[in-house]
């Protein structure tokens, strides 16, 4: 059973900077692709950044470039997201996924595995 924990969410103020984490559990093979996405109230779910299987690729939102970075570890089954110079309108639940797929896609439905969410708030 393939599970999805992350952590690292809070509150900060804006031009702050926050790392969130996202460990899996579960098969290998699952954890080929992983990404992180958002949700704000009220609005659809948003592809933030993912990175492919040896790490060698990344793409991020047009929002979010230039200021996040992910990153991984694949022994680890862990995923990272360094966020900086935050803005108030980055706050929202953010959700790790993953999919065994090795060409990674900015589409939620190509990602089976999402963990829970953990909450970030950007006052300013």
């Known amino acids: 059973q393939v599970q999805l924990v992350e952590s690292g969410g809070g509150s ?3 031009g702050g900077s926050l790392t969130l984490s996202c460990t ?3 098969s290998t093979e699952s954890f080929a692709c ?3 996405f958002r ?3 009220g609005k659809e779910r948003e592809w933030v950044a993912h990175i ?3 790490a060698l690729g990344t793409a991020y939102g047009d929002s979010v470039e230039g200021r996040f970075t992910i990153a991984r570890n ?5 995923v990272y997201l360094q966020m900086d110079s935050l803005k108030p309108e980055d706050t929202a639940m953010y959700y790790c996924a993953a999919s065994s797929l090795s060409v990674c896609q900015s589409n939620a439905a190509r990602f089976p595995y999402w963990g829970r969410g953990t909450q970030v708030t950007v006052s300013s």
């Open 12 to 14: 900060v103020q804006a």
């Open 24 to 26: 899996g559990s579960g």
């Open 34 to 36: 992983m990404a992180w």
């Open 39 to 41: 949700q704000a109230p």
């Open 52 to 54: 492919t299987p040896g």
């Open 74 to 78: 694949n022994a680890l089954k862990r």
